[in-house]
């Protein structure tokens, strides 16, 4: 079993899920202003209706800045806020560079928010400065103990947001074998997760609260 206090493990974990969030996220914005300028106009009112939230924009320019910016609690500047705040909390436990790449998406983001320079380029940037959080934490950080932490928040937001986006139990049961895997690292000999029903609510709370399930289990031991 691996020793790391709750509150560091909680945040590496939150730190993992948040950066696949804006990973996700980034990439579906792409792909929603590529489809509003092809085929559909409508299709950002119905990605943002899965999150719960009434979009209103004037233009797909206009739906680029709300979607980055102006969205409460959803918008990617948001999503990035928390990221690095979990980071902040857990600087000791994280090698100089991966911090120093969250923090500079951060302040980027900080920066650009009053002007009107976004662009799928921006995007596009914003995506190989995610990529490469991910490539410093599978350079550095391998033999690390923090790792499954962040790993296993990585793999719930993935198949959180398959099932919340794309109502797809299929592509999230493609990761259960790898989120066991990540869990047997942090509590060896956990209760395998299963997902056993195709109701979408079922699973998602089943999802979210595997996290606490297995940090119960490593206080109890």
């Known amino acids: 079993m691996i020793l790391i206090s709750p509150q560091t493990a909680q945040n590496l974990y939150w730190m993992g899920r948040y950066i696949q969030r804006a990973e996700s996220m980034t990439r579906l914005i792409i792909t929603t202003f590529d489809e509003m300028l092809d085929k559909n106009p409508l299709e950002a009112h119905q990605l943002y209706e ?18 980055l910016f102006d969205l409460e609690h959803v918008s990617l500047i948001t999503t990035i806020n928390n990221a690095r705040e979990n980071a902040v909390l857990t600087r000791s436990s994280l090698p100089n560079r991966m911090f120093s790449r969250i923090n500079a998406l951060y302040l980027k983001y900080q920066a650009e928010q009053e002007t009107a320079k976004i662009s799928l380029f921006w995007l596009e940037s914003t995506l190989q400065e995610l990529d490469a959080i991910w490539g410093n ?74 996290y606490d399930t297995l940090a119960l289990s490593r206080e109890n031991n």
């Open 137 to 210: 934490l599978d350079l550095t950080l391998i033999e690390a103990k923090e790792t499954p932490f962040i790993k296993l928040g990585k793999v719930i937001e993935r198949m959180d947001l398959n099932i919340r986006l794309f109502d797809s139990i299929e592509a999230t049961l493609l990761d259960v074998e790898k989120l066991n895997i990540i869990a047997e690292q942090i509590r060896p000999n956990h209760k395998a997760f299963s997902l056993s029903s195709s109701n979408k609510y079922k699973a998602l709370t089943k999802i979210n609260h595997f």
């Open 50 to 67: 899965k999150l719960g939230l009434d979009l209103h924009f004037n233009s797909p320019h206009d739906f680029l800045r709300k979607s």
